[in-house]
């Protein structure tokens, strides 16, 4: 019998060696680029390390030492607060540009790549652009403003815009994406739904809000959680933007990256914190996971 | 070949690749015991764009290799980028003898990253006649040295002697005080055609840095250390002054000019253009003055800070990686005391400047002092190319001011600081106190995570 068994294992390996094969490939490259540092980023958030002598164990000293800092609660409401403004802009304009793009009888090819241009620029030069916009001494917005006779704004410098001034570069540099998926899903609605509301004599809005509305919610909902998880990891507008230091603005990303290379040089706290980001984000994950797959 | 002969060729090709890129990210390669040469790895070698200073720093590590055959030279490009450092160590690829700012050596020694080199000094007999404010910088709280210095500046007023005989003021007698400043940017300013008695930084963290050199020059700290935890200290009658002061000559006396929110390379255009006439700058200002922005050096002057009080200094200087071998922190020092902190060289590095066209006779850098000092003046002296005379405010005044270094994490701070300096420049109704109090409580914030 347990010849038998083993008989058949060794056969079963033999018969899927090449499945295997291939399967070893996308294994080690996940293993070794993803799976190894996780793994190794949780063990971290236990430890202190200096990378020159041995690391030593702490316990749960850097989660005490992440809630006891005051900017842990400021850099969780601040990235709250960037979702929040993203989603409104960030959220709702891809939808309304993919909703005007398809009425465009002609050139729509055209729009279809001016909206998708911006995310074709490597994102630090899209920042470094709207960096020079945003200038209050020499850059082009207070430049125009003040050619206008409009009051000028500080833009980023400011308590009350930096957040606003970042979530519109976010915006700008990302919506691309959003809009043409949303187009795809514009594409596919049959035009006899539209017709059919034409005749019932619906409004615009109406149609929008009981025919494109009610077929899109699929992708909607999709691009909503994966722009949560999206936004949430925001990091190269605030940091590029209003540094590490800016308490009006500081968001998780940027306080690991503070942790580990700025002010602390303390990897084992960015780990720490990494750790609970990933926490949340796995959670957002999951729902999307099981969104898609009722979906399937 | 049939198909399943090919699938099974796949496959072993597909596990052997597999295989191989697991042993290339596996493991890190143990160097191997060697028993010839010591072979020490050292940064600060230029880029292949920069040809002359390249093929200068191989030719020196030609001569070296030649002199010391015991001792191999690896050079790398770069200097030091706070942001690579970590994983560079991390990543076993810190060089063995590595470059520093003045602002690295406390949090390096406290974090346990550098080796002490106490024990090896006496072989490099120069370091005797280094100042011994400089040394401070390198020495950890156990009095152990880690590492030396090798280049070093302390900020004055920079001023333009042209502009100043203009405005009827003497350049050989610049402004002391802070009250003298505002009065001659008075004079200046009243020259008319766009010239702007006196110009200062707000952006890009230069602004902080400035705050601080002229709380520093008023007898004013920008952090104390309260047992061993760091505090902010600028938020005091001495930071009050410091904006009080900018805020009457930028609103008041009008005397700054309306362009504001100005970084580094801003305030030395100007100067360069004969527009300004005085800011708080170092000598090293004045070559790029001359040689960008087409300025002469008979234009400018260079005096101490105003105030005197204390002037913030900076600099440079090398460090030893953690846990080398003896030979190889002798081999590195050997390294130093031939290429970068040697008073010797002084007299063919000047000969070599000044027939490439570059500055000799700028008052900074100058780390030494007693011997080694004279030798420098000696090389000096007999290979000027720039009116030292303009310096002589500086020169005469300077070493009686006691030299500060920046506060911990001194970029982050500057960053915060920023804010304050640009508010009082470009809001005349701006409020001191509260900015300095909002200033403080962020600064504290990241003071907390100071060694």
């Given at each position: 019998?347990?010849?038998g068994?083993?008989?058949?294992?060794?056969?079963?390996?033999?018969?899927?060696?090449?499945?295997?094969?291939?399967?070893?490939?996308?294994?080690?490259?996940?293993?070794?680029?993803?799976?190894?540092?996780?793994?190794?980023?949780?063990?971290?958030?236990?430890?202190?390390?200096?990378?020159?002598?041995?690391?030593?164990?702490?316990?749960l000293?850097?989660?005490?030492a992440?809630?006891?800092?005051?900017?842990?609660?400021?850099?969780?409401?601040?990235?709250?607060?960037f979702?929040?403004?993203?989603?409104?802009?960030?959220?709702?304009?891809?939808?309304?540009?993919?909703?005007?793009?398809?009425?465009?009888?002609?050139?729509?090819?055209?729009?279809?790549?001016?909206?998708?241009?911006?995310?074709?620029?490597?994102p630090?030069?899209?920042?470094?652009?709207?960096?020079?916009?945003?200038?209050?001494?020499?850059?082009?917005?207070?430049?125009?403003?003040?050619?206008?006779?409009?009051?000028?704004?500080?833009?980023?410098?400011?308590?009350?815009m930096?957040?606003?001034?970042?979530?519109?570069?976010?915006?700008?540099?990302?919506?691309?994406?959003?809009?043409?998926?949303?187009?795809?899903?514009?594409?596919?609605?049959?035009?006899?739904?539209?017709?059919?509301?034409?005749?019932?004599?619906?409004?615009?809005?109406?149609?929008v809000?009981?025919?494109?509305?009610?077929?899109?919610?699929?992708?909607?909902?999709?691009?909503?959680?994966l722009?949560?998880?999206?936004?949430?990891?925001?990091?190269?507008?605030?940091?590029?933007?209003?540094?590490?230091?800016?308490?009006?603005?500081?968001?998780?990303?940027?306080?690991?990256?503070?942790?580990?290379?700025?002010?602390?040089?303390?990897?084992?706290?960015?780990?720490?914190?990494?750790?609970?980001?990933?926490?949340?984000?796995?959670?957002?994950?999951?729902?999307?996971?099981?969104?898609?797959r009722?979906?399937? | 070949?049939?198909?399943?002969?090919?699938?099974?060729?796949?496959?072993?090709?597909?596990?052997?690749?597999?295989?191989?890129?697991?042993?290339?990210?596996?493991?890190?390669?143990?160097?191997?015991?060697?028993?010839?040469?010591?072979?020490?790895?050292?940064?600060?070698?230029?880029?292949?764009?920069?040809?002359?200073?390249?093929?200068?720093?191989?030719?020196?590590?030609?001569?070296?290799?030649?002199?010391?055959?015991?001792i191999?030279?690896?050079?790398?490009?770069?200097?030091?980028?706070?942001?690579?450092?970590?994983?560079?160590?991390?990543?076993?690829?810190?060089?063995?003898v590595?470059?520093?700012?003045?602002?690295?050596?406390?949090?390096?020694?406290?974090?346990?990253?550098?080796?002490?080199?106490?024990?090896?000094?006496?072989?490099?007999?120069?370091v005797?006649?280094?100042?011994?404010?400089?040394?401070?910088v390198?020495?950890?709280?156990?009095?152990?040295?880690?590492?030396?210095?090798?280049?070093?500046?302390?900020?004055?007023?920079?001023?333009?002697?042209?502009?100043?005989?203009?405005?009827?003021?003497?350049?050989?007698?610049?402004?002391?005080?802070?009250?003298?400043?505002?009065?001659?940017?008075?004079?200046?300013?009243?020259?008319g055609?766009?010239?702007?008695?006196?110009?200062?930084?707000?952006?890009?963290?230069?602004?902080?840095?400035?705050?601080?050199a002229?709380?520093?020059?008023?007898?004013?700290?920008?952090a104390?250390?309260?047992?061993?935890?760091?505090?902010?200290?600028?938020?005091?009658?001495?930071?009050?002054?410091?904006l009080?002061?900018?805020?009457?000559?930028?609103?008041?006396?009008?005397?700054?000019?309306s362009?504001?929110?100005?970084?580094?390379?801003?305030?030395?255009?100007?100067?360069?253009?004969?527009?300004?006439?005085?800011?708080?700058?170092?000598?090293?200002?004045l070559?790029?003055?001359?040689?960008?922005?087409?300025?002469?050096?008979?234009d400018?002057?260079?005096?101490?800070?105003?105030?005197?009080?204390?002037?913030?200094?900076?600099?440079?200087?090398?460090?030893?990686?953690?846990?080398?071998?003896?030979?190889?922190?002798?081999?590195?020092?050997?390294?130093l005391?031939?290429?970068?902190i040697?008073?010797?060289?002084?007299?063919?590095?000047?000969?070599?400047?000044?027939?490439?066209?570059?500055?000799?006779?700028?008052?900074?850098?100058?780390?030494?002092?007693?011997?080694?000092?004279a030798?420098?003046?000696?090389?000096?002296?007999?290979?000027?190319?720039?009116?030292?005379?303009?310096?002589?405010?500086?020169?005469?005044?300077?070493?009686?001011?006691?030299?500060?270094?920046?506060?911990?994490?001194?970029?982050?701070?500057?960053?915060v600081?920023?804010?304050a300096?640009?508010?009082?420049?470009?809001?005349?109704?701006?409020?001191?106190?509260?900015?300095?109090?909002?200033?403080?409580?962020?600064?504290?914030?990241?003071?907390?995570?100071?060694?």
């Amino acid at each position: 019998m347990t010849v038998g068994a083993s008989e058949r294992l060794r056969r079963r390996i033999g018969d899927n060696l090449q499945a295997y094969a291939f399967l070893a490939a996308g294994l080690v490259c996940f293993g070794l680029f993803s799976w190894y540092p996780l793994v190794k980023g949780i063990i971290l958030s236990f430890q202190q390390d200096n990378f020159v002598t041995p690391p030593y164990w702490v316990g749960l000293d850097n989660y005490r030492a992440l809630f006891a800092d005051p900017l842990f609660g400021t850099a969780w409401l601040n990235t709250l607060e960037f979702t929040a403004l993203a989603l409104l802009f960030g959220y709702a304009v891809p939808f309304a540009v993919a909703l005007v793009v398809n009425e465009f009888r002609h050139a729509k090819g055209f729009f279809r790549v001016a909206v998708y241009l911006p995310v074709m620029l490597p994102p630090i030069v899209s920042v470094l652009l709207w960096k020079y916009f945003y200038d209050p001494g020499s850059g082009l917005f207070n430049a125009v403003l003040s050619a206008l006779h409009l009051p000028t704004s500080e833009w980023t410098q400011s308590p009350k815009m930096a957040m606003v001034s970042l979530v519109l570069v976010s915006t700008w540099a990302n919506m691309g994406g959003a809009t043409i998926m949303y187009l795809a899903g514009l594409a596919g609605i049959p035009s006899e739904l539209y017709e059919a509301a034409e005749l019932d004599g619906a409004s615009v809005w109406q149609r929008v809000r009981h025919v494109t509305i009610p077929q899109l919610r699929f992708i909607m909902l999709v691009l909503l959680l994966l722009q949560i998880v999206a936004t949430m990891q925001v990091f190269i507008e605030p940091f590029q933007l209003t540094g590490t230091t800016n308490p009006d603005t500081i968001t998780v990303m940027v306080l690991i990256y503070r942790y580990a290379f700025t002010v602390n040089n303390d990897f084992g706290l960015a780990a720490a914190m990494s750790v609970l980001l990933f926490i949340v984000l796995g959670a957002f994950s999951a729902v999307y996971l099981r969104l898609t797959r009722k979906a399937d | 070949m049939n198909r399943r002969m090919l699938g099974k060729s796949v496959a072993v090709a597909l596990i052997a690749g597999t295989a191989l890129l697991g042993a290339a990210c596996s493991g890190e390669d143990k160097p191997a015991e060697s028993t010839g040469p010591v072979t020490i790895t050292v940064n600060g070698k230029p880029p292949a764009t920069d040809a002359v200073n390249l093929a200068n720093f191989e030719a020196d590590v030609k001569a070296f290799e030649a002199k010391y055959p015991n001792i191999k030279i690896d050079a790398k490009e770069g200097f030091m980028d706070p942001q690579t450092f970590a994983t560079k160590l991390a990543g076993g690829q810190l060089e063995d003898v590595f470059y520093v700012y003045f602002t690295d050596p406390q949090a390096l020694i406290a974090k346990k990253q550098v080796s002490d080199i106490s024990a090896y000094l006496d072989t490099v007999p120069q370091v005797k006649d280094i100042q011994e404010q400089l040394m401070k910088v390198f020495t950890g709280p156990d009095g152990k040295v880690y590492g030396l210095p090798s280049a070093n500046y302390s900020l004055g007023l920079v001023y333009n002697r042209t502009l100043f005989t203009k405005a009827g003021l003497d350049p050989a007698n610049p402004p002391k005080t802070w009250e003298e400043v505002r009065t001659a940017a008075q004079k200046l300013k009243a020259l008319g055609d766009g010239v702007v008695g006196y110009g200062d930084y707000s952006k890009s963290n230069t602004g902080g840095w400035h705050f601080t050199a002229e709380l520093y020059s008023v007898g004013g700290d920008i952090a104390v250390k309260d047992g061993d935890k760091w505090k902010a200290a600028f938020n005091s009658d001495k930071g009050k002054q410091v904006l009080q002061q900018l805020k009457d000559m930028r609103w008041t006396d009008d005397t700054m000019g309306s362009r504001q929110l100005l970084e580094w390379a801003d305030l030395i255009q100007m100067a360069a253009s004969g527009k300004l006439g005085m800011y708080i700058g170092s000598s090293d200002n004045l070559p790029v003055i001359v040689n960008q922005y087409k300025g002469k050096y008979e234009d400018y002057g260079l005096s101490v800070m105003p105030g005197g009080q204390g002037t913030l200094g900076g600099g440079d200087g090398y460090m030893f990686k953690a846990g080398l071998s003896p030979e190889k922190i002798k081999a590195g020092l050997t390294w130093l005391s031939f290429k970068t902190i040697n008073p010797d060289r002084i007299m063919a590095d000047n000969e070599k400047a000044s027939k490439a066209g570059q500055p000799v006779g700028l008052p900074q850098p100058n780390i030494w002092t007693g011997a080694s000092a004279a030798k420098r003046e000696e090389a000096t002296k007999k290979f000027a190319n720039v009116p030292s005379d303009n310096f002589a405010p500086f020169v005469a005044g300077n070493a009686s001011i006691p030299l500060k270094l920046e506060p911990p994490l001194a970029q982050q701070v500057y960053a915060v600081l920023d804010t304050a300096m640009q508010k009082v420049l470009t809001d005349r109704n701006a409020d001191i106190a509260k900015l300095l109090a909002d200033a403080e409580a962020q600064v504290n914030t990241i003071l907390a995570a100071a060694k």
